[in-house]
């Protein structure tokens, strides 16, 4: 169980172009999602917090017109990097939480990740 | 805000012997710390967690003791095998949005 999967694993684009990343939890619904991103041998870097049907809170530093996030249902999410440039090329991890107030339910499962790679 | 610092960054051990990662956080609100394994290049997979309830969890190898007097927390392997190689993440769970406040991470070399 608390399975999330996250689409593409990776991609490559030309400098300026927009890509979409998608991030599903497949067996729970998650009221929370959060978007990271690391760069090689660095911790994670959170993004921004996306709670299903609300506006993203992003953290800062973080160019909310540049990473479109939409949290339109408790299984979906996607981060859109727009007009990308070399300097967001890495690597991009979400996770899911089930939320609630139950004590068993705050933990965060992440996606495999999708690597970035803007030329 | 909180802050979560992580030591060491780089441990070797011996095959069979033990390993202790610890991790301090500054906001005596947090109620949740977890731990995280990251294999190169792949998502971090939790491996234990422990709640301010709670002064020690253990699943198998793997333990986590928390002092909340002096906030801090350690994550334990023993009998640590090849398999274990990987970075190590803990966090800290402030409020009740349920955001992760991550160590640095701790790289750790298992050697045989």
């Known amino acids: 169980g608390a399975v999330v999967s996250q689409h593409p694993s990776w991609v490559i684009c030309k400098s300026g172009t927009s890509v979409k990343i998608e991030c599903r939890s497949l067996?729970?619904?998650?009221?929370?999602m959060f978007w990271y991103r690391q760069f090689p041998k660095q911790s994670l870097m959170l993004m921004a917090t996306?709670?299903?049907?609300?506006?993203?809170?992003?953290e800062q530093g973080v160019e909310k017109d540049k990473f479109l996030i939409n949290h339109a249902s408790l299984t979906l999410s996607t981060l859109t990097v727009t007009s990308a440039h070399p300097e967001d090329s890495s690597f991009y991890i979400c996770?899911?939480?089930?939320?609630?107030?139950?004590?068993?339910?705050?933990?965060?499962?992440f996606g495999p990740g999708t690597r970035l790679t803007v030329l | 805000g909180e802050n979560v610092e992580q030591h060491p960054s780089t441990l070797s051990v011996q095959e069979g012997d033990s390993a202790v990662i610890k991790c301090t956080y500054s906001d005596s609100a947090s109620n949740y710390f977890p731990w995280y394994k990251q294999e190169l290049g792949k998502r971090p997979q939790l491996i234990i967690d422990i709640r301010s309830n709670v002064g020690e969890k253990k699943d198998q190898r793997i333990a986590v003791t928390l002092n909340k007097t002096a906030k801090h927390f350690s994550l334990h392997i023993t009998e640590t095998q090849p398999e274990d190689s990987a970075v190590y993440f803990c966090?800290?769970?402030?409020?009740?949005?349920?955001?992760?406040?991550w160590g640095a991470g701790t790289k750790l070399i298992i050697k045989p």
């Open positions: 966090a800290a769970t402030p409020d009740s949005n349920y955001q992760l406040i």
């Open positions: 067996d729970f619904q998650a009221t929370t």
């Open positions: 996306s709670n299903e049907g609300s506006k993203a809170t992003y």
């Open positions: 996770s899911a939480a089930t939320g609630g107030l139950a004590v068993s339910t705050d933990t965060q499962y």
